[in-house]
């Protein structure tokens, strides 16, 4: 079991150019979700998924698409990167429902440097 | 909508102090489920505890503990004696009742010095 992973670990970019975050979880989870991390401000919502197909917005999710052909797969686009977006970028994935055990996994996180 | 404020950014302690990390939240639902994550230095985030709103009881888990107060709508984390090994930033979160979909607070940074 690899639980959450993503890729690159770390990543410059320069404004303009665009590029796709990888997440992947091997839990079979139902939900999927993307954050960033500003200093400071903790983690804010980007985009979410409640299974493969269905994706939603959450808090910030300006400048970011998603998509979610599969259950395992959960990518982040950036689709013309601004320095704005410099932050730490953290998947999660958790199971449907209101069980006391659906905690959320954590990816390691993907620290995006936008020039 | 749903707000978590976590009042102390930075707490300094010396090891075997005891250090209580508040964290107050703000939601209009009935239902929902309140969680504590550490993030060391080495940036992963990791789970500590999730409570549900209709579970009021306290928690213990060896120096950790847990107070979940509905009535001022906090949910603060006690650790006691304080090992260096605990220096890290803890964030408290909010989640809704149908999803898992978290909302932080700004997280407080724990420094425990030896």
């Known amino acids: 079991n690899a639980g959450v992973t993503q890729t690159p670990k770390f990543q410059v970019l320069k404004t303009g150019q665009s590029m796709t975050l990888q997440c992947a979880q091997d839990m079979n989870h139902e939900y999927m979700s993307w954050y960033r991390q500003d200093p400071g401000m903790g983690l804010r919502l980007i985009h979410y998924?409640?299974?493969?197909?269905?994706?939603d917005q959450g808090e910030v999710p300006n400048g970011y698409n998603v998509s979610r052909s599969t259950t395992e797969d959960f990518p982040l686009r950036l689709l013309s990167a601004a320095p704005s977006q410099t932050s730490v970028y953290f998947c999660?994935?958790?199971?449907?429902?209101?069980?006391?055990?659906?905690?959320?996994?954590f990816g390691p996180g993907t620290r995006l440097t936008v020039l | 909508a749903q707000k978590v404020t976590q009042a102390q950014t930075e707490i300094s302690v010396v090891e075997k102090e005891d250090v209580t990390l508040d964290c107050v939240y703000e939601?209009?639902?009935?239902?929902?489920?309140l969680f504590w994550y550490k993030q060391p230095p080495s940036g992963e985030l990791v789970f500590l505890i999730r409570?549900?709103?209709?579970?009021?009881q306290n928690e213990i888990s060896g120096r950790y503990s847990w107070n979940f107060q509905k009535s001022t709508s906090s949910f603060n984390f006690t650790i006691t004696a304080s090992q260096v090994v605990d220096s890290a930033v803890y964030f408290c979160a909010l989640g809704p009742n149908a999803g898992n979909m978290l909302t932080f607070g700004g997280g407080t940074r724990l420094m425990v010095k030896p």
């Open positions: 409570r549900n709103s209709f579970d009021e």
């Open positions: 999660a994935s958790s199971r449907n429902g209101d069980s006391s055990y659906n905690e959320q996994f």
């Open positions: 939601t209009r639902d009935t239902t929902y489920y």
């Open positions: 998924s409640v299974g493969a197909g269905i994706t």
